[in-house]
């Protein structure tokens, strides 16, 4: 017979309301209590009947999350840390996939305003100056938690990396390898690119040194003119003596490109990256990059879209910066 909440109560030597309140994660109750309540549930075999929960409380114990992509690292790991965060709470994500794609991105959303979710957690795909149907969540009234993409006007709760310090502290690194001719690729239309442009500006103005617009590109490493983009960086006369790139792919990029044109990494070219993508670390030369801890944003994300939820009255939207780590290794130091 299935085990029953008042067999877990009564094999603890607690109470049914303490058992029902460990399992929702109530702060009354103590993390020791908490990890006592969950272990036995886990070897009873007990699973909360969330529907009849859900009838009771009128939550639907879904949490929505739209992305634009999942070929990269930090949504897959910020993913998995929200998973990890609201699983034991009894919320279960959804997940839809944006494909970077503004009008996907609207339709992924009312599906899962459709299937009543509880909360919304949303990196937009659409550029930074036209924030759309984004601004109607803002003025809807499902909890939303934007992750990794904000919009300067939107009064919505943001979640990210400091994309300022992003860029300041890859350039600051490169300064300090003795580089002086510093090039920046910036991808998409979004706060990321942005930022993380006048991180690299700001520092390179704080070591007396002024940005070269011919040094700043746009590269989209999908787009059929990367490389040649690339090129018009990187070839250009004067030669930048290193880069630091939006992201690791187009890090990676730069790596191919420099490699058929003769330029040897990092003697002629020093490369920065930003992301920390997985197996960055076995390129033929290894990638420096800029850690965004995709773990750490996870489950900020994860705590503030449940306090959304859950907090009556709702707390004022709140922008969490999580600061940057640099992981150096071959790319910048011979």
């Not at 709470?89 to 979710?117: C, K, M, W």
């Not at 007396?208 to 999908?222: C, H, K, S, T, Y």
Request: some cysteine; hydrophobic content about 40%.
């Amino acid at each position: 017979m299935a085990s029953r909440l008042k067999d877990i109560a009564a094999e603890l030597n607690c109470s049914v309301a303490t058992v029902s309140k460990a399992i929702q994660d109530y702060p009354d109750i103590s993390e020791a209590t908490k990890r006592r309540v969950r272990a036995k549930c886990i070897e009873r075999g007990y699973q909360p009947n969330w529907t009849a929960r859900s009838l009771k409380t009128r939550r639907s114990r879904i949490i929505g999350m739209v992305l634009p992509h999942l070929r990269h690292s930090f949504f897959q790991e910020a993913y998995q840390a929200i998973v990890e965060e609201v699983g034991p709470s009894g919320y279960t994500v959804f997940i839809g996939v944006s494909l970077n794609d503004p009008e996907t991105e609207e339709r992924e959303v009312r599906h899962l305003q459709a299937r009543q979710a509880d909360g919304l957690i949303l990196a937009s795909a659409r550029p930074a100056s036209d924030p759309g149907f984004v601004r109607r969540l803002a003025n809807g009234g499902t909890p939303t938690v934007l992750l990794d993409r904000f919009f300067d006007d939107l009064d919505l709760d943001f979640v990210g990396v400091d994309d300022v310090g992003v860029g300041a502290i890859a350039v600051e690194h490169l300064i300090r390898q003795g580089r002086r001719r510093i090039a920046y690729l910036r991808g998409p239309s979004l706060s990321t690119s942005r930022l993380r442009e006048e991180g690299y500006r700001n520092a390179l103005l704080r070591n007396g040194l002024a940005p070269n617009e011919r040094w700043i590109g746009r590269v989209l490493v999908d787009g059929p003119d990367a490389e040649r983009s690339i090129e018009r960086v990187i070839l250009s006369d004067p030669r930048p003596d290193a880069v630091f790139c939006y992201n690791d792919p187009v890090a990676a990029a730069v790596m191919r490109v420099a490699n058929r044109r003769g330029l040897a990494i990092p003697e002629d070219l020093a490369v920065v990256g930003s992301g920390a993508m997985k197996y960055s670390d076995l390129f033929y030369r290894p990638l420096t990059t800029v850690d965004q801890r995709s773990r750490v944003v996870g489950r900020k994300v994860a705590k503030r879209i449940v306090e959304l939820i859950e907090c009556n009255p709702r707390p004022n939207p709140q922008r969490v910066l999580v600061g940057p780590e640099l992981i150096v290794r071959a790319s910048t130091s011979p």
